[in-house]
């Protein structure tokens, strides 16, 4: 449970990565905001204590650096300054995306006391300042908009009486709105594989993945009686089959070994020299966009580390699935 948590509202970011993965595009991997919340961490002020643990994105507006119009759309793509011999250099496809996003990131005290309002107040101020310089998703974080100070950066301590903690909760997420978190669904891919196998004894849960990230139509044949003329003539009538309510993607959630664990410099060309090396690939998953005001609490929206190392896994994870259950 969730005890502190701070709030970056309404980050204009430029640029960010929209190529997720080697199989995904649209919003970046939630693996970057990760990435963000451990630089942000790393680089705190020496007379701020604070642990992070985990983080959530609202994303409030989405701009894909796509062409517009027909069925097949693609990223658009910038022309490199010619090379040392005065040839052209070659084009390097990168897709882009503007978003604006609040970032919600769960913090645990190391010994500093957070029950003043004005301590907390500064914080939040100079973590809001220190994350616009940064980069996030590969995005350059732009000048907010906001003149009138309608959005301001808050770290907020919970109360520990459920009535109040609920009233301080629900403050919160009508400043998130309008926007939607991202949340994880594997129950859902686990149904759905299930639901193929028992259809399909070959079907895998990559069958399952692929079917849930897309739209599926499907055609039925109806017997129409014709009022004028009084015949029976068939009709094709299309419907969209959709398994499960709720608007489900395809997102990558992490990386899997396919190698053993090299010790540090022992791979050319590593990008930290210093660090254990591994070769992985990504490791795919369903997510489903939620509005903020149907979560029953912050823990719903929130990702976190959960890496197994003797398996060679390296994920994130995210609990809203198991609240639904409960």
């Known amino acids: 449970m969730i005890d502190h948590l701070l709030l970056l509202p309404r980050l204009r970011i430029q640029n960010a990565n929209a190529i997720s993965s ?5 919003f970046p991997a939630m693996s970057a905001f990760v990435g963000v919340q451990q630089v942000l961490e ?7 204590k604070l642990v992070f643990s985990e983080i959530g994105v609202v ?12 069925f097949i759309k693609a990223f658009h793509l910038t022309r490199n300054p010619v090379d040392k011999s005065g040839n052209t250099a070659a084009i390097v496809e990168e897709g882009r995306t503007h978003l604006e996003v609040s970032l919600l990131i769960g913090v645990e005290s190391d010994g500093e006391a957070l029950g003043s309002p004005e301590r907390r107040r500064e914080i939040a101020q100079r973590l809001f300042e220190q994350v616009q310089g940064m980069r996030i998703a590969g995005g350059s974080v732009m000048p907010s908009l906001d003149t009138h100070r309608r959005h301001w950066p808050e770290l907020i301590s919970f109360d520990v009486k459920e009535d109040k903690r609920a009233k301080q909760w629900q403050r919160l997420k009508r400043r998130l709105l309008p926007g939607f978190a991202l949340v994880l669904r594997e129950d859902l891919l ?3 594989t299930a639901t193929l196998e028992a259809q399909d004894a070959h079907a895998t849960a990559l069958d399952a993945w692929l079917d849930l990230s897309r739209l599926n139509h499907a055609c039925h044949v109806e017997q129409v009686e014709d009022e004028k003329s009084g015949t029976t003539k068939e009709v094709a009538r299309w419907t969209l089959r959709r398994p499960y309510p709720g608007w489900l993607v395809p997102i990558p959630v992490g990386y899997g070994a396919i190698s053993e664990l090299y010790p540090p410099s022992e791979v050319a060309n590593a990008r930290d020299p210093e660090v254990p090396f591994q070769f992985v690939e990504s490791l795919y998953s369903i997510g489903e966009w939620v509005s903020p005001h149907r979560f029953n609490k912050p823990d ?3 990702w976190f580390v959960d890496n197994d190392l003797d398996r060679g896994i390296y994920r994130l994870q995210n609990d809203y699935a198991k609240t639904q259950q409960d």
């Open 300 to 302: 719903d929206l929130m």
């Open 42 to 48: 790393r680089h705190l002020p020496d007379d701020i």
């Open 59 to 70: 994303c409030h507006h989405i701009e894909p650096q796509v062409t517009e119009g027909g």
């Open 190 to 192: 686990a149904d759905h």
């Open 22 to 26: 080697p199989m995904t595009w649209g």
